[in-house]
């Protein structure tokens, strides 16, 4: 035991984030139930030229979700545990957005630290819905530094958009539905920007045969990268349709998360992510180019011959922002 004759509070390391397990998730998805919709699992899509015999394609449509993706999942989990009434955050957006639909409801405060590139119609949704937003150059390293700032100046709770223990258990859920709806699926396929989602799907895949396959942009692999480095490997900013897929590194913790459940990453092309969310369209789902990355995935690895999953992670399109905020700014 560390004395106070052997060291000072200022030498103490912080301790390591705490690793959540799929017993998390579970008691999140009590905690949220009340905020978030059980969303559906919809019939799939034959790829062009790659259909396989026997192979059968389920969408996760969380395009569908309350606020238009997963992210109201760890949002919701993390606000309700910690009670916090004064939040701040970091997003590409959805993750802002989740949380200002959360507060308004809750009559809590939010800020939320946009980096360069966000797209302007998530921002003003964000404000549309009571939030305050902040602006800073960069990517999204120099985002959430100014949030965690923002948060330690103010005195409000910061909430990662990914990495977070309780925002990781929110984001699992998903996968528990998924399971719980197919339970003889083979493959699910997770989009991975910041790791929350793909390691909440990990979390809630313990002790399951499932296969579990996360889907990077081409351009952003950082868990790619970090994996075959043995450690998280930190990116330059990069450029991609995918908007909410941005991520510079892997968290602390998703990170050792993936490292120790995920069964395979696969890369996609820009091309690749707007065909998928074109072959969306044409069947009726709405979903945004990050919301199209994991069936861009699952197109690229067509493999198999039992029944796989793609989750659909979000329907916040232009159109559909611009009409949200209408609304809400309608007198």
Request: include cysteine; hydrophobic fraction near 45%; charged fraction near 15%.
């Amino acid at each position: 035991m560390t004395t106070a004759a052997t060291t000072t509070a200022s030498a103490t390391p912080p301790a390591p984030p705490a690793t959540p397990g799929r017993a998390d998730v579970e008691a999140a998805a009590a905690r949220i139930a009340g905020h978030v919709r059980r969303t559906p699992l919809l019939p799939g899509l034959p790829a062009t030229g790659r259909r396989r015999a026997g192979w059968r394609l389920l969408l996760k449509a969380e395009h569908l979700q309350y606020g238009g993706s997963f992210k109201l999942r760890g949002a919701a989990n993390a606000v309700l545990a910690l009670g916090a009434r004064r939040i701040v955050a970091g997003s590409s957006g959805n993750h802002g957005i989740a949380l200002a639909r959360l507060a308004a409801s809750l009559g809590a405060e939010v800020t939320v630290v946009l980096a360069g590139g966000a797209h302007p119609a998530k921002a003003a949704l964000i404000q549309a819905l009571g939030g305050r937003t902040v602006g800073v150059p960069g990517g999204v390293a120099e985002r959430d530094l100014r949030a965690a700032e923002l948060a330690a100046e103010t005195g409000a709770v910061l909430v990662p958009s990914s990495d977070h223990e309780l925002v990781v258990a929110g984001q699992g859920t998903v996968g528990l539905e998924i399971l719980a709806d197919a339970p003889d699926a083979d493959t699910v396929y997770v989009p991975v920007g910041g790791g929350g989602l793909l390691a909440g799907v990990c979390l809630a895949a313990d002790g399951h045969p499932v296969r579990v396959v996360g889907v990077e942009p081409a351009c952003t692999p950082r868990y790619a990268r970090s994996l075959a480095a043995g450690r998280p490997v930190r990116l330059a900013p990069g450029s991609t349709v995918a908007d909410g897929l941005r991520g510079q590194q892997p968290g602390a913790v998703p990170y050792p998360i993936v490292r120790d459940r995920v069964d395979d990453l696969i890369a996609v092309s820009d091309a690749e992510v707007l065909a998928a969310a074109a072959l969306l369209r044409r069947r009726g789902f709405e979903a945004e180019p990050s919301g199209a990355v994991a069936l861009a995935g699952a197109i690229r690895a067509g493999r198999g011959t039992g029944r796989s999953v793609a989750v659909v992670s979000g329907g916040n399109t232009t159109a559909a922002l611009t009409a949200a905020a209408a609304a809400l700014t309608r007198p």
